[in-house]
């Protein structure tokens, strides 16, 4: 019988690492994972949310893309229906905002048939930022050739407040473009405004929260380091904020006077405690613009289709998928029912 050298047994017993030191090694490892998440977590906040954001939308088969539209790299997120192509429709962002902003709507308004592009106006999210002026104008334009650039002749079109004023614009400028027009706490008409564009760039953590007591009834105040974040990218942004605001304060393209030429079917969608843009606002466009319907989101405020999705969802399908177009009518749903919650 051989016998192995007694070196030879002490050499196998002591050959590679421990358990117990490899579970130390792990957990070590996943300690460290935590600590860099939580100082990560601390120092960019709003970085960590748009990557959860990302991947949420991602994990719903939302794609983010590039298109070159006039010599600009733009970005925009693309929604395909779950059969067929399905009817596109063009979501656009308001000032200060970019495509995430309209995250909650995106892969339902897909599950329900649309084939939907969101992008980024040039200046916001992840677009370039040109030194250019950032008119209306200029941002309409550019919706425009974002459609030519991906072959969409024609489209349903949304615009929340100032790209409801774009999307106006597009209806009135390129009709043959649109099927059916939505806007949601849209601006483009004269009313008296209680702010200025100091409001969007604040400077400190009060800034911060008398801009979001206008934008949204919730009560909800950030965390001093979140606070600290979005007050530093609201300022580094700010400039075209600044820009974008002073092309819209100065008249040359508001639409007061061309809005009962709009003949694309219209639904006005406004949260009714809209402290930035007022529902009176929502109610003055709807009786200038033939054919149009208008529905209140009762509770909610200027940002109503990131808070209140589900019932701003049901007003905008039902009002798309009809056929014919319903006849102008007014009413009200009410947006502080509790929507249901999905997985």
């Known amino acids: 019988m051989e016998v192995t050298p007694a070196s030879t047994v002490e050499e196998t017993k002591t050959s590679g690492p421990r358990p117990r030191a490899i579970l130390h090694y792990v957990i070590s490892f996943l300690l ?6 939580g100082l990560t977590f601390y120092t960019e906040p709003l970085w960590v949310n748009d990557q959860i954001i990302r991947y949420k939308l991602w994990r719903l088969h939302v794609d983010s893309s590039y298109v070159q539209v006039d010599g600009y790299r733009i970005h925009y997120f693309e929604a395909h229906p779950p059969q067929g192509p399905g009817t596109p429709l063009v979501l656009i962002h308001g000032i200060g905002s970019r495509g995430e902003d309209w995250a909650p709507m995106i892969a339902p308004l897909a599950a329900q048939g649309f084939h939907v592009y969101v992008p980024d106006l040039l200046g916001y999210g992840r677009s370039p930022q040109p030194d250019v002026d950032y008119a209306i104008s200029l941002e309409e334009k550019t919706v425009q050739h974002f459609m030519d650039a991906l072959h969409i002749r024609q489209a349903d079109l949304g615009g929340w407040s100032m790209g409801g004023w774009i999307a106006l614009r597009m209806a009135l400028d390129h009709p043959d473009r649109l099927n059916r027009l939505v806007v949601y706490d849209a601006a483009g008409i004269y009313f008296p405004p209680t702010f200025d564009a100091s409001l969007f760039v604040p400077k400190d953590a009060a800034g911060l929260a008398a801009l979001r007591h206008v934008l949204s009834p919730i ?34 393209d508001l639409m007061d006077f061309r809005l009962n030429s709009i003949r694309v079917p219209t639904l006005i969608v406004w949260g009714s405690v809209d402290q930035l843009i007022p529902l009176s606002v929502g109610q003055r466009m709807h009786d200038a613009i033939p054919n149009s319907s208008l529905v209140a989101i009762t509770g909610c405020g200027h940002l109503a289709p990131s808070e209140c999705p589900v019932q701003v969802l049901k007003a905008t399908t039902d009002f798309l998928k009809s056929d014919p177009p319903p006849a102008p009518h007014e009413f009200a749903i009410d947006g502080t029912a509790a929507p249901p919650t999905h997985e």
């Not at 460290?32 to 998440?37: E, M, N, P, R």
């Not at 974040?229 to 600044?242: D, T």
């Open 219 to 252: 009560d909800r105040p950030f965390p001093a380091f979140v606070a600290r974040s979005a007050v530093q990218l609201l300022n580094h942004n700010g400039w075209i904020i600044e820009r974008s605001f002073y092309a819209m304060e100065n008249g040359r």
């Open 32 to 37: 460290l994972l935590v600590i860099a998440g």
